[in-house]
């Protein structure tokens, strides 16, 4: 009873999202085009610039279709690895830079990021330049403004489409992208392009979209400006010792190598470098504890500068990995243990909630706070306290509250 209950109020929560989407579209297309007219006048667009931009513009459905489309299913990270470094992403990735030597060997002298790293970004954004997106970015972001869910985002956005135009950057078809407004071969936005764009080759040009040695050294920039470190690790496998403290472990915390080294936190390949004890690094436990267990280190978070998603950065380090030569792929996944997806997010916010551990909200995304209150619920029940919100726990939980 109590799991169709809880399953109506996230079906609930779904028709008042979708319906306060709605009531921020109440203004039509034209009258918020006609104000943000204004805004971009304000903001100093020449005339041109925004009949360029705004003359004959109209919403387009799908992209609301796309933004109010929350995916219900969430992909468990083994199932990315294998995708994001399978063989073929390989195979053409090397293909791509050895293609591109000159440019990636050019970007990693000036901006210090690996070129394995770069070759991996660039095969993970778009398949090595071939899928960039082929929606109108200013149709898109437009169209985002309008519907109101994400409109200061969309419209700052638009206010830097027209900076690149009139520096010169960009010209109108040349603004193609993903339906969220990221462009070219390494997808930026365009807030991020006029931050991070490059000129490798000092045409008066930021071409991420036809200039390998453009997008490629953008991404460099990008990660250079966010604490890229030189020669230094990004990832790598560990073991944990027996009776490692789960409760008191959160992936947050940063501490020395040497200090996980002196709790018995050893490399699953190899043995630590001199180097590598004096450096920084977090735990990080992708599938709980019954999966592999990952050292991440400094350079692991600057890749998450470039997409905030843990498997994102695991995608692009054992991509990269395997383009230098190394096979070894971590294995021992739960399989039968997958994470679970957003309506059993929102029922075990709530369980566990209702059970005194208090989750701070109930929205379907397994935070900071909701992995403290999953973790209170292990400990309290003879479990490993790990957060992980797989399968198994969700069904323990809910056994729990019959």
């Known amino acids: 009873m109590m799991i169709r209950t809880l399953f109506k109020a996230a079906v609930l929560g779904a028709v008042l999202l979708a319906s306060g989407a ?14 943000f007219r204004e805004r971009l006048s304000a903001h100093g667009a020449q ?21 109010r489309s929350q995916p219900e299913f969430v992909r468990p990270v083994w199932q990315y690895l294998d995708s994001a470094a399978s063989d073929t992403r390989t195979s053409n990735g090397l293909s791509a830079a050895a293609t591109h030597r000159e440019a990636l060997d050019s970007v990693e002298a000036e901006f210090g990021v690996d070129a394995n790293i770069l070759t991996a970004i660039w095969g993970l954004e778009s398949a090595y330049g071939v899928i960039q997106g082929d929606n109108d970015v200013i149709r898109s972001l437009a169209t985002l403004a309008w519907e109101g869910r994400r409109r200061e985002f969309a419209e700052r956005q638009l206010l830097a489409v027209a900076d690149m135009i009139e520096r010169g950057y960009a010209d109108r078809d040349q603004l193609k992208g993903s339906w969220a407004g990221a462009m070219g071969q390494t997808q930026f936005i365009p807030t991020t392009y006029l931050e991070r764009a490059v000129d490798m080759h000092g045409d008066g040009h930021r071409d991420i979209w036809t200039t390998e040695a453009d997008a490629l050294g953008s991404a460099a920039n990008l990660l250079a400006r966010a604490g890229w ?33 002196m709790d018995g936190v050893r490399p699953v390949h190899g043995e630590w470098s001199p180097d590598d004890l004096y450096r920084p690094a977090r735990i990080v436990l992708p599938a709980g504890a019954d999966g592999p267990a990952f050292m991440a280190f400094t350079n692991f978070d600057v890749i998450m500068r470039y997409n905030n998603s843990t498997a994102y950065a695991l995608g692009v380090s054992y991509l990269a990995k395997r383009l230098a030569g190394q096979e070894v792929m971590p294995d021992g996944w739960p399989e039968d243990n997958p994470p679970i997806n957003r309506t059993q997010s929102r029922e075990l916010q709530q369980t566990l909630t209702d059970l005194g551990h208090d989750t701070r909200g109930v929205d379907g995304i397994f935070g900071a706070n909701s992995r403290a209150a999953l973790k209170s619920f292990q400990a309290a029940n003879g479990m490993t306290p790990d957060g992980y919100a797989g399968l198994r726990t969700y069904e323990a939980v809910m056994a729990r509250a019959q």
């Open 22 to 35: 709605a009531a921020a579209q109440t203004m039509s297309f034209e009258d918020w085009a006609n104000s």
């Open 229 to 261: 470190q030189t020669d230094a690790p990004v990832v790598t496998e560990v073991s944990l010792p027996d009776g490692f403290d789960y409760a008191g472990w959160e992936e947050r915390d940063r501490r020395a190598v040497s200090a996980w080294a």
């Open 47 to 67: 005339p041109q610039t925004i009949a360029l931009m705004m003359d004959g513009l109209e919403p387009d459905q799908r992209i609301i279709e796309r933004d």
